[in-house]
């Protein structure tokens, strides 16, 4: 018998909890490979392809030699520079691109190289609930401690689920309370508006009151800003770069992900405290050599480009989510649309509540064969809810909603009995 490995992992490892996505993952995977069409509303992975001019322009400095060496960790000056002109002109907002702007292998990169070069052991960091995984874990491996703090009011006494509209006020209340009262002082907060996976939004005042409070406390700001351009029915999204201040305390992060249809491209910036942007830029400096240079070069393009292509794929998003939304409600699934991002976070009907969202998410998936992601993979707070990709056309979200209204349905008053194929244990056993 082969002997037991010695081996062991690091110990801020068993400090990460089980994929819970990996259910539905495996579940969707092994569906796929038994020939059934799955209509994948799981993941927030943009289907249509990067506009041709930004195509073109990438094949053009790949086949330029001077662009296959080593470039800079923290990106080429003119991308950065075109960064400085694009918050310029679209927030008002100046930045140095020297010691101001950095460039990211994708903002997810830039966020957990972030937490490493400003968190540690026995610092706090404040991350809203439900929240966007890697907003918590990233600041768990930099063996920080995390205190959530929960969005929105909680279940009502009927067992309803929390409302998914969000009390700005009451919010603030409680980060302002988190920041006063918990002892050493946070020293990171983390926001994500538009928020993934909720979709909630904020208006400018928002960022005017967190910043005081970071101010009031010496607490730093990560904004994730990734679903900036995805808005709909006229709401603009502000940038934290515009409150007066701001960057003696934040960096808001984003990406040409899902404003451009470049999520494989893996271009994102980080922006604003100068403090944070060279602790950024010094830990990338030890991990990485900066990214290709055609991709950088590229992204300059993507920058260049008029107003109306992010506005005109951020209309494609709108379109898919007026065919989800009215689609759901004409079924009895009551659910509100979200004024920004590429999800919707509905609550799961009154009759399937006690189901739980790993279960229900299951139960669409193996009998709708449509798959969301379950609340509860954002944290406790996101029990009784699932988040609803707009990711494939309008067809398919429409096929999407008929077969989940036939299992609904078909389901209602003994949704207790759905038993999981291949005895599949949920989070809740």
Partial sequence: MPRKSQLR???????????????????????????????????????????????????????????????VSKGIFNLRRHV???????????????????????????????????????????????????????????GANVINVPMFDPQDGNGDAASATLDVDRFLGRLAMAAKQIHPTPKMLYLNFPHNPTAAVVELDFFKEVVKIARRHHMAIIQDFAYKDIVFDGYRSPSIMEVPGAKDVAVEFWTLSKSYNMAGWRVGFCVGNELM?????????????????????????????????????????EKRRDVLIQGLNRIGWPCTAPKASMFAWAPLPKDFLKMGSMKFSLLLLEKAEVAVSPGIGFGEEGEGFVRIALVENEHRIRQAVRQIGHVLQESRGHSSSFTLSRNVKTPNG
């Fill in 84 to 142: 400085a002109l694009y918050y310029k002109d679209r927030y008002g907002v100046t930045l140095d691109p020297d010691r101001e702007v950095v460039q990211c292998i994708g903002s997810k990169e830039g966020i957990s190289h972030m937490a490493l070069a400003m968190l540690g052991p026995g610092d706090t960091a404040l991350v809203p609930s439900p929240f966007f995984p890697i907003h918590v874990y990233t600041a768990i491996i930099s």
């Fill in 9 to 71: 992992w690091a110990y801020r490892m068993d400090r990460l909890p089980p994929y819970l996505f990996g259910i539905i993952n495996e579940t969707r995977h092994r569906m796929r490979q038994a020939g059934r069409d799955v209509i994948d509303l799981a993941m927030g992975n943009p289907d249509r392809p990067t506009p041709e001019h930004i195509v073109q322009k990438m094949i053009e400095a790949v086949a330029d030699g001077k662009n296959h060496r080593y470039s």
């Fill in 277 to 317: 942007c060279s602790a950024l830029a010094k830990i990338k400096g030890y991990y990485d050599y900066g990214h290709f240079q055609a991709v950088q070069i590229a992204a300059i393009i993507a920058l260049k480009s008029p107003k109306e292509l992010v506005s005109g794929i951020a209309q494609v998003y």
